[in-house]
Each structure stands twice: as structure tokens, then as C-alpha cells.
């Protein structure tokens, strides 16, 4: 059974950084190709549920949404199965529970691909940005 553990989040000024962390466990090698598309989706009252960014495990590429890149790193851990989301000059908008999830055997394609697809999910972390 597919596990993903979550942590970090926190609240911040705007312009501040935080830091969040997802292990995935618990999955199949023999789906699809073997490895996994994991990332960050946020949602926040009143909108929509909204892609963050990814990562392929395959090949280790990057998917980012317009709304944070140049701002968020999304990282791989040792090439192992824990990814980082570095967050810097956090903005208000930003605010919102933070989801990890992933899909299994395939790659992410892109963020939208990525929030269509995903089939797993961990518990959420909030982050809050004030002004």
C-alpha cells in the first residue's frame, strides 16, 4: 500500500521560506516502468485545487506551475524516495493546505498531467503567508 509521509509547513511573513518533505513507500517496482511521479498540490478555501510542482524519478525532471517558478525548488533527496519543496519569497496567495502526491509507473509529463493523474495522496500540511 502506497504511503505518503508528510512534514514542514508553518506560517511565515511574506517574503519568508518554508520548507516541506514527502516519502513515499509502500509501492510497487513492477508498475509501469518502475518508477513514480511525485509532487505538491495546494488548495485553499474558496479555489480551486491547484498543481505546485513535480518530479519524474525516471530522469529526475521538474515540473513547476507559473504561479511559484523562480520562487519554489522541488528536490530529490539522495536519489532516494524523499522529494523537498523549497519554498522562498512566500506571498499570501500561497497560503493554503499543502497535499503530497503521486503517480505510480509513469512519468509526470507536466503539473497539470501530474494533478489529473495523481492517485495518492498524504495528509496535507497547511502553510500560512500573511502580509
Known amino acids: 500500500q502506497v504511503q505518503l509521509a508528510e512534514s514542514g509547513g508553518g506560517s511565515v511573513q511574506a517574503g519568508g521560506s518554508l520548507t516541506l518533505s514527502c516519502t513515499i513507500s509502500?509501492?510497487?517496482?513492477?508498475?509501469?516502468?518502475?518508477?513514480?511521479?511525485m509532487g505538491w498540490f495546494r488548495q485553499s478555501q474558496g479555489k480551486e485545487r491547484e498543481g505546485v510542482s513535480c518530479?519524474?524519478?525516471?530522469?529526475?525532471?521538474?515540473y513547476y506551475a507559473d504561479s511559484v517558478r523562480g520562487r519554489f525548488t522541488i528536490s530529490r533527496v539522495n536519489a532516494g524516495n524523499t522529494l523537498t519543496l523549497q519554498m522562498d519569497n512566500l506571498k499570501p496567495e500561497d497560503s493554503g493546505m499543502y497535499y503530497c502526491a503521486a503517480i505510480i509507473g509513469t512519468a509526470c509529463l507536466s503539473v497539470p498531467s501530474f494533478l489529473v493523474r495523481m492517485n495518492h495522496r498524504g495528509q496535507g500540511t497547511q502553510v500560512s503567508v500573511s502580509s
Open positions: 509502500g509501492y510497487n517496482r513492477n508498475d509501469g516502468n518502475g518508477h513514480w511521479c
Open positions: 518530479l519524474y524519478s525516471g530522469t529526475g525532471s521538474q
